[in-house]
């Protein structure tokens, strides 16, 4: 992307970008959230990261369904048209001058003195668009390490499997990884099952079987998981979710996060322990090719 475009830098000072705002094309000094909206002051949300590619959206939809169901379930009941459309996202991509980018979309419980006045309220959908920086080339080919988080998670907890705005205690996990010099942070579970990362779902391979925890573990329905369980399907791969331990974590021939953006990630080292050989594994090398691959037919770039 050359200097001209919209959301570029001239030197020091930076080009507006444009946001999409409760229905709205603004300029980012022109958005402005009400000061007693819910996400803002309780954390009542909820967000989805999206991967662009050729100025088209990864799987829109998915992530649009996945919002709604966690919408209806713990924020409030809402319809794919409370949502924006394709033409809006690609339009979004247009004005700020991206065909590569990361989008958020993220829908908050709006005003709560509205609610407080019995007003009917309106929920605040905004989404913004930013250039794809992406995850070092090198991480790819060989692996990351990664940390045991501190912290646990519960089938108690209302939020887990939801993508929620209420997401420090996952930036506080990444922010143990990384003072350990891991880019992510694995979580367990209060009965000691492997669950997720921070801001990914996990995956390891024993024995040629590549294996990942049910979603009522509770883990997040991903997106990129999804896909990479149908790749595997559609490749000969056996695949299986079910409950797993730290052992399993540990002893593991290979171990692979998925997200939309880092996509197929191997992991070679889990804080001093090697995974495997420590070197990447065939089936994580395959299961990336295998979806970019995805990604450039679902996206037009094939």
Not at 262 to 274: G, S
């Amino acid at each position: 992307m050359g200097n001209n475009a919209p959301g570029a830098r001239d030197g020091a000072n930076p080009v507006t970008s444009t946001v999409y705002l409760n229905g709205a094309f603004l300029s980012e000094p022109e958005a402005h959230l009400n000061v007693y909206d819910g996400g803002w002051l309780h954390g009542a949300g909820l967000f989805e990261t999206m991967h662009a590619e050729g100025g088209r959206v990864f799987r829109l939809e998915s992530h649009m369904e996945r919002l709604r169901r966690s919408a209806n379930t713990i924020l409030t009941p809402m319809e794919r048209s409370d949502l924006p459309t394709r033409a809006v996202f690609e339009e979004l991509l247009e004005r700020n001058g991206l065909k590569e980018a990361r989008l958020r979309m993220t829908v908050s419980a709006g005003s709560m003195r509205e609610a407080e006045e019995g007003d009917v309220r309106r929920l605040t959908v905004c989404a913004t668009a930013s250039p794809l920086s992406g995850y070092p080339a090198e991480l790819y080919d060989r692996g990351a390490n990664v940390a045991v988080c501190d912290f646990r998670q519960s089938t108690s907890d209302p939020l887990a499997g939801h993508k929620s705005t209420a997401y420090l205690p996952r930036l506080l996990g990444l922010r143990q990884a990384q003072q350990k010099r891991c880019m992510e942070a694995i979580w367990f579970t209060t009965r000691n099952e492997l669950a997720e990362g921070s801001i990914c779902n996990v995956f390891v391979v024993r024995g040629g079987v590549l294996k990942t925890p049910p979603l009522d573990t509770p883990v997040l329905p991903g997106i990129a998981r999804e896909l990479v369980l149908q790749i595997a399907s559609d490749c000969g791969i056996e695949r299986e979710e079910c409950s797993l331990s730290i052992d399993d974590l540990l002893d593991a021939d290979e171990v692979l996060l998925t997200n939309v953006l880092m996509q197929v990630m191997p992991v070679v080292r889990v804080e001093k322990h090697d995974v495997g050989q420590g070197r990447v594994g065939p089936i994580a090398q395959r299961l990336y090719q295998e979806y970019r691959n995805r990604v450039k037919q679902e996206c037009g770039q094939v």
